[in-house]
């Protein structure tokens, strides 16, 4: 890894570890620096803030859910199939959880809503083009940013209240596939 790459994941990661200590938003450009070893030289040459850091991280996790839902969908999903590739999206979100489990942690808590609201941006944006992708040649009831709207923050409420539940990760994968599969299938999103 070059000098750079590893001063950029330096402060991602130093970002993470401060994500223990205190919300998103109390955490200062300075302390991201000092804890991971870096000046605020280093930080200005990549990032002009603490939230072009942010986005960087969700970068990498949103490059490492393309891959993984790329291969989903090689893997069980030759014929294309709408809802084989909507559960092959939810487990690639559900997946994310698990390779980013520190993280992962943070969003799920309301005191740090601002991170939240971010990572659900990021999601919602891919998912959008995820869907205009599989929708075009369907005659929708509504327009794809809608659906997609709709599919997203329902299982993101579905998953958060889950969690919230104590349910693991197992029964919420076969729940949220359950949810789903009655959606996509019971021509709410399709017209007939």
Same mark, same amino acid.
């Given at each position: 890894?070059?000098?750079?790459?590893?001063?950029?994941?330096?402060?991602?990661?130093?970002?993470?570890l401060?994500?223990q200590?205190?919300?998103?938003s109390?955490?200062s450009?300075?302390?991201?620096?000092?804890?991971?070893?870096?000046s605020?030289?280093?930080f200005?040459?990549?990032?002009?803030?603490?939230?072009?850091?942010?986005?960087?991280f969700?970068?990498?996790m949103?490059?490492?859910?393309?891959?993984?839902?790329?291969?989903?969908?090689? !893997?069980?999903?030759?014929?294309?199939?709408?809802?084989?590739a909507?559960?092959? #999206? @939810?487990?690639? &979100? *559900?997946?994310? /959880?698990?390779?980013?489990?520190?993280?992962?942690?943070?969003?799920?808590?309301?005191?740090?809503?601002?991170?939240?609201f971010?990572?659900?941006?990021?999601v919602?944006?891919?998912?959008?083009?995820?869907?205009?992708?599989?929708?075009?040649?369907?005659?929708?009831?509504?327009?794809?940013?809608?659906?997609?709207?709709f599919?997203?923050t329902?299982?993101?409420?579905?998953?958060?209240?889950?969690?919230? !539940?104590?349910?693991?990760?197992?029964?919420?994968?076969?729940?949220a596939?359950? #949810? @789903?599969?009655? &959606? *996509?299938?019971? /021509?709410?999103?399709?017209?007939?």
């Amino acid at each position: 890894m070059s000098r750079t790459g590893t001063a950029r994941e330096k402060l991602k990661h130093a970002l993470i570890l401060l994500l223990q200590q205190k919300q998103f938003s109390e955490i200062s450009t300075s302390e991201i620096c000092r804890r991971a070893g870096t000046s605020r030289v280093t930080f200005y040459e990549w990032y002009d803030d603490k939230q072009a850091l942010l986005d960087d991280f969700l970068a990498d996790m949103l490059s490492s859910a393309k891959r993984r839902f790329s291969q989903l969908q090689a !893997a069980n999903n030759q014929n294309n199939d709408l809802v084989i590739a909507h559960y092959n #999206l @939810l487990d690639t &979100i *559900l997946d994310l /959880n698990l390779e980013y489990p520190d993280f992962s942690r943070y969003i799920q808590t309301t005191e740090n809503e601002e991170l939240y609201f971010k990572y659900y941006w990021h999601v919602l944006t891919e998912a959008e083009k995820f869907t205009l992708e599989y929708y075009r040649s369907m005659r929708l009831a509504f327009s794809p940013e809608e659906a997609s709207s709709f599919l997203c923050t329902g299982l993101w409420g579905f998953i958060r209240a889950s969690r919230k !539940a104590g349910d693991s990760d197992h029964a919420i994968r076969k729940n949220a596939k359950k #949810l @789903l599969k009655g &959606i *996509l299938t019971g /021509n709410i999103l399709i017209r007939p």
